[in-house]
DNA sequence: GAGATCGATAACCCGCTGGCTATTGATATA
DNA sequence: TATATCAATAGCCAGCGGGTTATCGATCTC
């Protein structure tokens, strides 16, 4: 069963859509005119990039007259964070187990 | 210019793939074979799945005989830490721009 | 040496994704 | 009201990536 890390890790995987993600949280809260001054691809793209990060959680937007205003929720790299905390905290627990062992046998 | 991160990003975006990684720290060293049996995709997939983390620096291979054990190189998710903590960094920097800011506007 | 097993490689297929242009809806401006 | 601008959507295309089966090289086992 694919969990719940999928669409943070896929959201983050895409160059482009990472180099937006990147550019908010330098930068605070940017219009998608001045994301798509900057991203290298047309403005569609950018809007559809946005729209990944958003269903990641990654972004909000806020609509203000005809222009839409997007800034990082960082608050969504949680799960990354605890991902990676937990696969260490598994690595260090295998790491104790074989210092038992090796303290066991040694006795 | 696509960064260092990209490699890590996609290697640990794909379900399948995460899962082989996310056993080998679990569970520590594994053949091909015995990954596999609990993957729900062929050998070969497999096999493929294990040169995507390779080539990525999150696993190491050992040659056995006929048989090859793959382990987790936690090291390698460093730059994942990294990266996660520069984000929270720059959202905390303008977070305190933006209490200086404030400050000076209320004296 | 013959046969079996392990894992990597080759060759292929199909679906998804990231890109594009064109268009639409909505808002601002003349 | 007509026009221009902004961003989202539609529709399309090409390439990549993850899956498969078939095969090969290498190593055990008989």
Known sequence: MPNAHDELFRALADPTRRAIFERLCREGEQTVGALTALAGVSQPAVSKHLGVLKHAGLVRDR?????????????????????????????????????????????
């Open 63 to 107: 609509h203000e007259g005809r222009q839409t205003h997007y800034s990082a929720q960082l608050g969504a790299l949680a799960p990354l964070i605890d991902w990676t905390s937990q696969m260490a905290g598994f690595w260090q627990s295998r790491f104790d187990n074989l210092e038992d062992l090796l303290k066991r046998m040694d006795q």
